[in-house]
């Protein structure tokens, strides 16, 4: 499908803000590029921010209520705005919605975290998180140790982490929104890889389950298709939007 170009619904400055996942790497921002250009293309005006404690330069741990705190500062003035979140971008934009609804026009969860995944292997990679949170000086002495158990539980992101991300990953893996979605008002479009080990996709019907009168779409994609799956991700998006 080529891309769409912009329509007279679309020139009027409409703003979408895209928050991505749970990562130390600041070269995530390039990885949104194509799905922002094609956002770009079709009119929008987009704004793709580093996250505090995450892609910007800092070692002080955030909670989930300092990243609200952010984001309002960061959204309120643009009045209203399309909020989409991958992974931790989405349980952060989907607690937004509950708090601030009067500032969302529409609301994407790309496999989003914040519910939480009771499969064994999750319920084991949790227990290491905390385990590491109180005697992970053991494993500062050892780059090896760490590699392998890191390797284990398959989060290089953790890996490569300091001492206050890995905090606030703890946070976050916390904090469930589960209690929260049957309140979210705005209308939400939910699009989830099929293939995604990190949030899997029953995770994602949940979320459709609870978030009334949402729309959901399975992609043929793993954790990350805005990566992978820029264009019909952007299709899906649009179709939406312009409802």
């Not at 803000?17 to 293309?41: C, F, M, S």
């Not at 979605?181 to 699009?191: F, K």
């Not at 995770?203 to 992978?228: C, D, E, M, W």
Request: hydrophobic share 40%; net charge positive.
């Amino acid at each position: 499908m080529n891309t769409i170009k912009s329509t007279s619904k679309n020139i009027h400055q409409q703003h979408i803000v895209l928050l991505h996942g749970w990562t130390p790497d600041v070269t995530v921002i390039d990885r949104w590029e194509p799905l922002k250009k094609l956002l770009e293309k079709a009119g929008y005006t987009v704004h793709l921010w580093k996250i505090p404690g995450l892609t910007t330069e800092t070692k002080k741990t955030f909670t989930i209520e300092q990243y609200q705190d952010w984001l309002f500062k960061k959204i309120s003035p643009l009045k209203s705005c399309v909020l989409v979140g991958h992974s931790f971008g989405g349980q952060l934009a989907t607690i937004f919605a509950t708090k601030h609804p009067e500032l969302l026009s529409k609301l994407i969860l790309v496999d989003s975290s914040g519910i939480v995944d009771f499969s064994p292997r999750k319920v084991i990679k949790r227990y290491l998180f905390k385990t590491l949170a109180k005697i992970g000086f053991i494993f500062k002495k050892s780059v090896f140790l760490r590699k392998i158990l890191y390797k284990f539980i398959r989060e290089k992101d953790y890996f490569e982490a300091n001492t206050a991300q890995r905090e606030t990953m703890n946070h976050a893996l916390a904090y469930s929104v589960k209690p929260l979605l049957h309140s979210i008002t705005t209308p939400t479009l939910i699009l989830w890889g099929e293939n995604d080990q990190t949030t899997p996709l029953y995770l994602g019907k949940i979320f459709h389950q609870q978030i009334p009168n949402s729309n959901f779409i399975v992609l043929p994609a793993r954790h990350s298709p805005i990566y992978t799956h820029p264009q019909l991700v952007f299709e899906k998006m649009y179709t939406f939007i312009q409802v």
